[in-house]
C-alpha cells in the first residue's frame, strides 16, 4: 500500500500517512477517524497548537478543535506524529489519531497559533 496523503505543518515540516498505517492502526484503533482523512490533514496544516510527547521524544502531538462531527463536537481532534531527521531533512509520518474530550496537561506546547495567544 502506498502513500494516503503528504502535507506542511505550519513550520513548514513534511507529514505523510501511508495507507497502511491508517487503514491497519489508525481505523482498527479509533473507527470513528475512519472518515476524517481530510480532517486529520487539517489538524497538521492548522493545528491550534503542537505539544511535545510526554512519553516518546521523536513525537510531537497535534490539537485541533471546533471541526469534528455529531458526538464529538466537543471533542480535540488529537493527531500524534513521530520525526525522523533534523533541520531541512526533518519529517513527520502519523502514528496515530482520534479524539479526546480533555487535553493532557502534562504535554507541553511547542507552537502555537498566533491567534491562539489573542483568545
Known amino acids: 500500500m502506498g502513500m494516503l496523503f503528504s502535507v506542511t505543518d505550519p513550520r513548514g515540516i513534511i507529514v505523510t500517512c ?22 486529520v490533514q487539517e489538524a497538521i496544516q492548522k493545528p491550534r497548537f503542537i505539544s511535545a510527547s510526554k512519553i516518546r521524544r521523536d513525537t510531537e502531538v497535534y490539537y485541533l478543535d471546533d471541526i469534528l462531527p455529531d458526538k464529538y463536537s466537543k471533542c480535540w481532534l488529537r493527531v500524534l506524529v513521530r ?14 489519531a482520534h479524539a479526546v474530550r480533555r487535553l493532557d496537561k502534562e504535554e507541553k506546547a511547542i507552537w502555537l497559533r498566533k491567534e491562539s495567544l489573542s483568545s
Open 83 to 96: 520525526f525522523q531527521g533534523r533541520g531541512q531533512k526533518r519529517k513527520g509520518c502519523v502514528a496515530t
Open 18 to 39: 501511508d495507507q497502511s498505517r491508517w487503514n491497519r492502526h489508525i481505523c482498527r484503533t479509533h473507527p470513528e477517524v475512519r472518515d476524517w482523512k481530510t480532517l
